[in-house]
């Protein structure tokens, strides 16, 4: 059911977003990328996916703190049966020194660009009697941690957002998910191990297992190829009547 669908991914020139959109195309799924900038290497990402799995794929650049941006991106696609809200930025900090700024970008990039995204792609969808929403939530999406009151926010705001998109669309062949990653391997993190070994004086071994993955029951990350895998099976037919609810891929950290 994948095959040949246009799926758009938003913030998907690194990370999951990329993991996914590299999943999608080798299912056989024409894919956009999306990121705010507009760097030749941001396209090259595209030409190198298109030439890899044989498929069509085009990188639009689009700012998903902007409404204006989120909606135009659609527009731009020239198609988009398979949406995949994955944009998303990260800001630490107790709530009463949380500056204003960062609270506002979150909400704007992690939520409300998904809000527009699908607003703007749903007429589409209708048309073609066809469609997959999937939100890229988090753990941080059903539980909390303290010093991400944007984050958390944004991210139980978009689990609920799904919900009601799933019900606004159930009696038709469009679905709407949301996919809770717990601790997931990206560059992003990855970049981060080095520091925290010094700072703990630890092995990576035990950064690792006793400091990121402190509540990761299966001291694993998990994996942008498993998040991809997981967005192609919510965007295949045998995923059709999954609607409206949340998938963990988190190693059992919602489970303690
Ligand atoms: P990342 O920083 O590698 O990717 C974020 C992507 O969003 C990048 O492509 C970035 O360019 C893009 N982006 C940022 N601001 C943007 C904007 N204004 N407009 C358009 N694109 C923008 O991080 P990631 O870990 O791959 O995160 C992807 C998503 O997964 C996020 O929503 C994040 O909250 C979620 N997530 C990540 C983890 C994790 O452990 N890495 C866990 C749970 C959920």
């Given at each position: 059911a994948v095959a040949n669908k246009t799926a758009v991914i938003t913030?998907?020139?690194?990370g999951i977003g990329l993991g996914v959109a590299r999943e999608l195309a080798k299912a056989g799924a024409n894919v956009v990328l999306n990121s705010f900038t507009d760097r030749e290497e941001d396209h090259a990402l595209a030409a190198e996916i298109a030439k890899e799995f044989g498929v069509k794929a085009t990188y639009v650049a689009a700012d998903m703190s902007k409404a204006e941006d989120c909606r135009r991106l659609i527009t731009d696609a020239g198609a988009c049966d398979i949406l995949i809200n994955n944009a998303g930025i990260q800001h630490v900090a107790p709530i009463d020194e949380f500056p204003t700024a960062k609270w506002d970008a979150i909400i704007a990039i992690n939520l409300s660009s998904a809000f527009h995204t699908t607003a703007a792609a749903l007429p589409g969808m209708r048309a073609a009697g066809w469609g997959r929403i999937i939100n890229i939530a988090s753990a941080h999406g059903l539980t909390a941690s303290p010093y991400k009151s944007a984050y958390v926010a944004a991210k139980h705001g978009i689990v609920g957002m799904t919900k009601t998109v799933a019900l606004e669309t159930a009696e038709e062949p469009i679905t709407a998910n949301a996919i809770c990653p717990g601790y997931v391997l990206t560059p992003l993190v990855e970049a981060q191990i080095p520091d925290t070994m010094k700072e703990y004086d630890m092995s990576r071994e035990d950064v690792i297992k006793?400091?990121?993955?402190?509540?990761?029951?299966?001291?694993e990350f998990a994996t942008v190829e498993q998040l991809g895998g997981t967005a192609v099976f919510l965007a295949s037919d045998a995923a059709?009547?999954?609607?409206?609810t949340t998938i963990s891929v988190d190693g059992g950290w919602t489970a303690l």
């Open positions: 913030g998907s020139n690194s006793n400091v990121m993955l402190k509540r990761q029951p299966s001291k059709a009547q999954i609607t409206g």
